[in-house]
């Protein structure tokens, strides 16, 4: 007879997959009726109680120097440590840079994971492989060039896949820039990003695309809509079939947020109050964070916000002082705030981080180089302890001393939060299967 496991976090037990596998090796299977195999799977399918409904993830795109924030070594020889000094928190013991003065007020309500590997220190096959789990089958800076049907899909996509749309928003947006390399892969474009393109920290900001063309009235739109409609059935055996597919995808996309009143308000960042908006700061980052916020509540599942320009090989120190922590640190700080006040940190997944670190040595031009060996995740809300530091490094930053935590760790530990079972497989076009999350753990450490 088989058992509930016992696990020490607690998890409700559930067949998987790879159980099914290792009782069909024993015989077992051969005794088990069709109906109680379907009951089975259903319930595997549904055993993985989410904690998040949504996920914001903040990509400090190029590398975030961990050494000279989250994890300072200040015994460390000068060439090493920075110029920059430790603060206390306000949780006792915890110690963050004196660049990230807000974030150190409210620590109280993220977690700071500080045993991140992995070993890619190139910025495009990084990305691919963060955002999919998958190292990827390009070289560094080749990624615009490669089908999308032969790349990996991204956390945003599976997402999308996964979970569906709720409300009227999309289910999958990145602003203010694509995330990098990525997006739907072969999944295809029903799957793919809403992305805005366009910087919500701009005084004249709005969504391109959610309003019809000025002298395009409601008659004449309907009468668009129909003809375009009619279109793909064109043509041999009148089936849509390659480009038909795809750009029709992206056509019901865009015809369903633009002909959506709710939609157009949930991307109006103009709705919120002066005071609110001051308080995210009126930073492309800040911005993005309370636009985020406002999908969420909107019923979006996964924000992704590009933060760029972290790539400090040269002036690292004054770069990070004067232009990328400041608004970062607001940003940040405010949005785990403004969730919490709301009672939306608890089902928002929050997450900040790089496709790598920074050498822990300083270089000739005053700056850090590219290092993934050892980098620092920040994770709030949805299920995440809060208050808490978890795994360490050695006395220069440069390799975990505690369990070494990699992508695929990082993703299964999402997915399990959203509710999402990683290990479900798909198929590509050529009919090679994989698995949502392949190989990885979640990791306990950092659950609530």
Same mark, same amino acid.
């Given at each position: 007879?088989?058992?509930?496991?016992?696990?020490?976090? %607690?998890?409700?037990?559930?067949?998987?997959?790879?159980?099914?596998?290792?009782?069909?090796?024993?015989?077992?299977?051969?005794?088990?009726?069709?109906?109680?195999?379907?009951?089975?799977?259903?319930?595997?399918?549904?055993?993985?109680?989410?904690?998040?409904?949504?996920?914001?993830?903040?990509?400090?795109?190029?590398?975030?120097?961990?050494?000279?924030?989250?994890?300072?070594?200040?015994?460390?020889?000068?060439?090493?440590?920075?110029?920059?000094?430790?603060?206390?928190?306000?949780?006792?013991?915890?110690?963050?840079?004196?660049?990230?003065?807000?974030?150190?007020?409210?620590?109280?309500?993220?977690?700071?994971?500080?045993?991140?590997?992995?070993?890619?220190?190139?910025?495009?096959?990084? +990305?691919?492989?963060?955002?999919?789990?998958?190292?990827?089958?390009?070289?560094?800076?080749?990624?615009?060039?490669?089908?999308?049907?032969?790349?990996?899909?991204?956390?945003?996509?599976?997402?999308?896949?996964?979970?569906?749309?709720?409300?009227?928003?999309?289910?999958?947006?990145?602003?203010?820039?694509?995330?990098?390399?990525?997006?739907?892969?072969?999944?295809?474009?029903?799957?793919?990003?809403?992305?805005?393109?366009?910087?919500?920290?701009?005084?004249?900001?709005?969504?391109?695309?959610?309003?019809?063309?000025?002298?395009?009235?409601?008659?004449?739109?309907?009468?668009?809509?129909?003809?375009?409609?009619?279109?793909?059935?064109?043509?041999?055996?009148?089936?849509?079939?390659?480009?038909?597919?795809?750009?029709?995808?992206?056509?019901?996309?865009?015809?369903?947020?633009?002909?959506?009143?709710?939609?157009?308000?949930?991307?109006?960042?103009?709705?919120?109050?002066?005071?609110?908006?001051?308080?995210?700061?009126?930073?492309?980052?800040?911005?993005?964070?309370?636009?985020?916020?406002?999908?969420?509540?909107?019923?979006?599942?996964?924000?992704?916000?590009?933060?760029?320009?972290?790539?400090?090989?040269?002036?690292?120190?004054? %770069?990070?002082?004067?232009?990328?922590?400041?608004?970062?640190?607001?940003?940040?700080?405010?949005?785990?705030?403004?969730?919490?006040?709301?009672?939306?940190?608890?089902? !928002?997944?929050?997450?900040?981080?790089?496709?790598?670190?920074?050498?822990?040595?300083?270089?000739?031009?005053?700056?850090?180089?590219?290092?993934?060996?050892?980098?620092?995740?920040?994770?709030?809300?949805?299920?995440?302890? +809060?208050?808490?530091?978890?795994?360490?490094?050695?006395? !220069?930053? %440069?390799?975990?001393?505690?369990?070494?935590?990699?992508?695929?760790?990082?993703?299964?530990?999402?997915?399990?939060?959203?509710?999402?079972?990683?290990?479900?497989?798909?198929? !590509?076009?050529?009919? +090679?299967?994989?698995?949502?999350?392949?190989?990885?753990?979640?990791?306990?450490?950092?659950?609530?």
């Amino acid at each position: 007879m088989l058992s509930k496991n016992s696990s020490s976090n %607690s998890d409700l037990w559930r067949l998987n997959r790879r159980r099914l596998l290792r009782i069909g090796g024993t015989g077992w299977l051969a005794g088990l009726s069709l109906p109680t195999l379907l009951q089975w799977q259903a319930e595997a399918a549904t055993s993985i109680a989410p904690k998040a409904k949504s996920i914001i993830f903040i990509l400090l795109e190029g590398g975030p120097s961990h050494i000279d924030m989250w994890d300072m070594k200040p015994e460390a020889p000068s060439e090493i440590r920075g110029p920059f000094n430790p603060i206390s928190t306000v949780v006792p013991g915890t110690f963050i840079s004196e660049l990230l003065p807000r974030c150190a007020q409210v620590v109280d309500k993220f977690t700071i994971l500080r045993s991140h590997s992995h070993n890619d220190n190139a910025h495009q096959t990084g +990305r691919h492989w963060l955002l999919t789990g998958y190292p990827p089958n390009f070289a560094d800076g080749q990624a615009k060039g490669v089908p999308f049907n032969e790349l990996y899909p991204s956390i945003g996509s599976i997402v999308s896949r996964e979970l569906g749309q709720q409300g009227h928003v999309p289910p999958y947006v990145e602003l203010p820039n694509p995330l990098g390399p990525g997006g739907p892969g072969f999944y295809g474009p029903k799957y793919a990003p809403f992305t805005i393109n366009n910087d919500p920290a701009q005084p004249d900001f709005e969504v391109r695309d959610l309003k019809t063309p000025a002298g395009i009235d409601s008659d004449r739109f309907a009468r668009r809509q129909k003809l375009l409609s009619d279109m793909h059935t064109l043509g041999p055996g009148h089936e849509s079939t390659g480009k038909a597919i795809t750009f029709e995808s992206y056509y019901e996309k865009a015809v369903a947020l633009v002909t959506s009143k709710e939609a157009r308000e949930a991307f109006d960042i103009q709705a919120e109050s002066t005071q609110l908006r001051e308080r995210y700061g009126y930073s492309s980052i800040g911005q993005s964070a309370l636009l985020a916020r406002r999908l969420v509540e909107a019923g979006c599942r996964f924000i992704g916000i590009e933060h760029g320009s972290w790539d400090t090989h040269t002036d690292n120190f004054s %770069s990070h002082e004067k232009a990328l922590c400041p608004p970062t640190d607001q940003a940040f700080s405010a949005l785990i705030t403004d969730l919490d006040e709301r009672g939306m940190l608890d089902e !928002t997944l929050v997450v900040m981080m790089g496709e790598m670190g920074r050498t822990p040595k300083i270089n000739a031009d005053a700056g850090r180089d590219h290092w993934s060996q050892c980098q620092t995740v920040i994770l709030a809300g949805g299920g995440i302890k +809060r208050g808490a530091v978890i795994g360490a490094s050695d006395s !220069t930053a %440069s390799f975990p001393t505690t369990t070494p935590y990699g992508i695929q760790d990082l993703l299964r530990t999402f997915f399990y939060l959203l509710g999402v079972d990683a290990d479900k497989v798909y198929h !590509t076009p050529l009919g +090679r299967p994989v698995p949502i999350v392949n190989g990885g753990k979640k990791i306990d450490e950092v659950l609530a």
